[in-house]
């Protein structure tokens, strides 16, 4: 769930197009939103807080907002640069390492490096949202070596 933050440095006042509920918005049209109210992470006691892509607004609320016979109010999943950074990394790491394998290239790399390199691999095999079996047979293949 993205900050407030996080949705403020989304908003950009040049950027303007309807929602498809009819909300004006301002931000990139690469990112299409049904409603200009959006959840942030934040909360302080009982309140929850939002953006407001109409305006660049932040804003605080106990309850969500009601309005003609619909809750206004939307999440969107946000991902930081930092994160899609890593996770390229991750797989350039990955595919480096499937590709040593398939080369029987092991053999050159000291056991002490092959032990952090496979430490690396299964904590990414770990962390990912499915099971990789290519992931898996190298990480076998490593501990093999090893």
């Given at each position: ?29 690469l ?7 959006h ?29 003609n ?7 969107l ?70």
């Amino acid at each position: 769930m993205p900050t407030q933050d996080d949705l403020a440095g989304l908003y950009d006042a040049d950027k303007t197009y309807k929602t498809d509920s009819d909300y004006e918005v301002h931000l990139t049209g690469l990112i299409r939103l049904t409603c200009a109210a959006h959840w942030a992470l934040e909360t302080r006691d009982s309140e929850y807080a939002s953006f407001l892509f109409s305006n660049g607004t932040r804003y605080w609320s106990l309850e969500p907002y009601y309005v003609n016979g619909r809750y206004w109010g939307r999440a969107l999943p946000v991902r930081s640069v930092k994160q899609g950074k890593a996770m390229q990394k991750d797989e350039e790491f990955i595919a480096l390492l499937e590709s040593a394998v398939k080369e029987n290239r092991l053999d050159i790399i000291p056991d002490s490096d092959l032990l952090e390199i496979c430490q690396r691999a299964r904590s990414i095999a770990a962390f990912g949202n499915t099971l990789d079996i290519e992931l898996s047979e190298t990480i076998c293949s490593l501990l093999e070596e090893i």
